[in-house]
């Protein structure tokens, strides 16, 4: 395995996670990549341009490269407006390929559905096998929608069949997501493989708490209840401020203590409405506890995990949840709904806690059992570090070669009956 295509197409590696369209896939993305470079195997990473100022390729690491492919305007463009322009992205694709000897690429390796699409018509036209990462899938996300958000369209369900079938591999976050491609999209059990992600423990690792607080204007002695990622009705920030109300409610002298930092930007359905975070604090009365942070880089989003006291994650679906590991790697427990690859990320009662369903009293609840008792809480935290620490993206990068060698094997195989 020398040469990986992979493909990203409606969100690049190199954007900001926690805005947009960016996110846990763009993590996962350039980590995988970058991990799959130190073993030894080139990977070029497409992407739709989305400005004129991008450069045509980005060589990201050592045998990582990001190349934009200029598909449709480059500014105004949603995801939902770009299977219209899968054409034009997978012209370009061919192009690319076709500047080399034939066989350069061994295999393709798409993310979300959008990509494998261009992804199967790829592998047809180079005679590579196709690993696919769904990442979200529509009919798991449409059976739990968030209350204010849209449900995903039909176009997305048929496409994600398509890609499922077309697939030589799916890569799963965990067995949850395993068996809904099993369950719901009638994927063949032979071709299912979970792969967790991983997360940087050089740069999700404890911190000296006064330090990152200090800096960052938070007293020491503050309760800190952290939200990072997108705001979206996915995502539930508004759980989080509304147990606050109930911590509030119940114990007024916390408010001298509180802090609830937000973490991130605008996004999807979110885009709707991006004052609603900030008016529903107003309208429960927690405004001067909350404070609203822009989208962070990776490692200044470390230290704002080691800050808190617990992490927060209430979506309502996560393929995984790589906050929540990340928050762990840096000592920090986690508070999450008890739902897909949380299950996994976070381990109840020990590294966390998981809430069945989204009732503030719930999480007030939750947040209560652990804030009222330092010894469980030092105990989750030793105990956060060393799961988190069972996710490195170099087992990762391992597994996900064996994918790769498997469908290689199996796409060998078959042309070889057929030539029989």
Partial sequence: MKRVAMLSVHTSPLDQPGTGDAGGMNVYVIELAKQLAELGVDVEVFTRATSRDLPPYVEVAPGVVVRHLVAGPYEGLTKHDLPAQLCTFARDLLRVEAEHDLGWYDVIHSHYWLSGQVGALAADRWGVPLVHSMHTMAKVKNAALADGDSPEPYTRVLGEEQVVEAADALIANTSDEASALV???DADPAHVEVVH?????????????????????????????LFAGR????KAPEVLLQSVAVL??????????????????????GLDEP?????LAASLGISEVVRFVPPVAQHELARWYAAATLVCVPSYNESFGLVAVEAQACGTPVVAAAVGGLTTAVRDELTGILVPGHDPTDWADAFDRVLHDPARLDAMSSAARRHAAEFGWQRTADATLKVYEAAADRRRGLRLAVGS
């Fill in 183 to 185: 369950d719901r999209y």
């Fill in 197 to 225: 992600p991983g997360v940087d423990l050089a740069v999700f690792h404890p911190r000296d708490q006064g330090e990152v607080r200090r800096a960052r204007g938070l007293p020491e002695d503050a309760i800190v209840l």
């Fill in 231 to 234: 705001i979206q009705p996915l």
């Fill in 248 to 269: 509030l409610a119940r114990d007024p002298s916390l408010r001298s203590r509180l802090v609830v930092p937000v973490v991130g930007g605008p996004s999807g359905s």
């Fill in 275 to 279: 004052r609603a975070l900030v008016d």
